[in-house]
T-cell receptor, first 114, second 117 residues
Framework: DTEVTQTPKHLVMGMTNKKSLKCEQH?????MYWYKQKAKKPPELMFV???????INESVPSRFSPECPNSSLLNLHLHALQPEDSALYLC?????????????FGPGTRLLVL | AQKVTQAQTEISVVEKEDVTLDCVYE???????LFWYKQPPSGELVFLIR??????QNEISGRYSWNFQKSTSSFNFTITASQVVDSAVYFC??????????????FGQGTILTVHP
C-alpha cells in the first residue's frame, strides 16, 4: 500500500455540527500532517504528529482538534466551524530515515461550512 | 526566515510547447531540501522531485527536467513537449533539514499551467 487515503472526499456541515476527517497510511511513515488549503493559495500547515505525538501546532483555533490514535491513522475533529473554514483539507505523511523531509499527500477532503 | 517565490502566477501554452516554471528561494540554512509538487484539479498534491542542497546535479525524468543552481538560489522546472494532462497548479517548496525531527514545508504561491490542445 503506497498511498495516503482520506475520507470523506466531500463534507458539508452546519456551524453547529460535529464531524471528523480521517486520514490513513500503511507505509510505515512516522510523521503525519494536516494542511488547510484555500482556493488559489498554497497549503497552510495546521498540525504535525511525529511518532504519534503532536509536535507542531500552528496556532490553529480550538474548533479544530487533531488526534493520532496510532501510527497509521490521523483524525481531525471539527466542531462549531465558521464559513471561512471552508477549504480543502489535506493530509500528508513522511517516512522515517533519509527521506523524512519528503511529504506524501492524500487526495484531500473538500469541506463546506454553511 | 525561509521564502519561496514563484513569480509566474499563470502560464498558458499550446500542446507540444516546452515550458519552464521558475522558482527562487531564500534560506539561511546551509542544508535544505527543495521540492516540486503537482496539483491537478482533483486536488491531490503529487510529489514530483526532491533535491538536497548538496546535490546540484540536474535531473531528467521523461519529459520533466529540473535545473538547480545554488548561485542564483533557483530550482526551475521544465516540461518538454507539454501535454494537456500537464495542466495543473505546480508548487515549489523548501524544507530545512531538521535532523531527526519532522519539519514544515514552505510553499511558493504556485503557478497555474494550462496546456491547450
Amino acid at each position: 500500500d503506497t498511498e495516503v487515503t482520506q475520507t470523506p472526499k466531500h463534507l458539508v456541515m452546519g456551524m453547529t455540527n460535529k464531524k471528523s476527517l480521517k486520514c490513513e497510511q500503511h507505509m510505515g511513515h512516522r510523521a503525519m500532517y494536516w494542511y488547510k488549503q484555500k482556493a488559489k493559495k498554497p497549503p497552510e500547515l495546521m498540525f504535525v504528529y511525529s511518532y504519534e505525538k503532536l509536535s507542531i501546532n500552528e496556532s490553529v483555533p480550538s474548533r479544530f482538534s487533531p488526534e493520532c490514535p496510532n501510527s497509521s491513522l490521523l483524525n481531525l475533529h471539527l466542531h462549531a466551524l465558521q464559513p471561512e473554514d471552508s477549504a480543502l483539507y489535506l493530509c500528508a505523511s513522511s517516512p522515517p530515515g533519509r527521506d523524512q523531509e519528503t511529504q506524501y499527500f492524500g487526495p484531500g477532503t473538500r469541506l463546506l461550512v454553511l | 526566515a525561509q521564502k519561496v517565490t514563484q513569480a509566474q502566477t499563470e502560464i498558458s501554452v499550446v500542446e507540444k510547447e516546452d515550458v519552464t516554471l521558475d522558482c527562487v528561494y531564500e534560506t539561511r540554512d546551509t542544508t535544505y531540501y527543495l521540492f516540486w509538487y503537482k496539483q491537478p484539479p482533483s486536488g491531490e498534491l503529487v510529489f514530483l522531485i526532491r533535491r538536497n542542497s548538496f546535490d546540484e546535479q540536474n535531473e531528467i525524468s521523461g519529459r520533466y527536467s529540473w535545473n538547480f543552481q545554488k548561485s542564483t538560489s533557483s530550482f526551475n522546472f521544465t516540461i518538454t513537449a507539454s501535454q494537456v494532462v500537464d495542466s495543473a497548479v505546480y508548487f515549489c517548496a523548501l524544507s530545512e533539514a531538521r535532523g531527526t525531527s519532522y519539519g514544515k514545508l514552505t510553499f511558493g504561491q504556485g503557478t497555474i499551467l494550462t496546456v491547450h490542445p
